[in-house]
């Protein structure tokens, strides 16, 4: 079984910045793509970032130039810069993780990230 801690949320001003973390553990298990997904209240999750196994990142386009996702394979840990933040940047964020052979999906519990105008 595979957990997912989350960190890093919190409240900010427009303009500032947050990096957010997120903690694989469990053990025997090998981390295929890792990804930030946002929800604000009243829309659909959304995919904001992702990072594969090799490196390999894509945005969505509202996170471009702003966001930057890294992982430490080592740690089982992905995190994501978040730089000029905007109020509309608001949601829970939560992290995803595909694990293993049959890239099993986990999520982490989500983070509370308010950017205040």
Known sequence: QVQLVESGGGLVQAGGSLRLSCAASGSGFSVNAMRWYRQAPGKQRELVASITSGGSTVYADSAKGR?????????????????????????VYYCYVSVGSLYRPYWGQGTQVTVSS
């Open 67 to 91: 966001f930057t996702i890294s992982r430490d394979n080592a740690k089982n840990t992905v995190y994501l810069q978040m730089n000029s933040l905007k109020p509309e940047d608001t949601a």
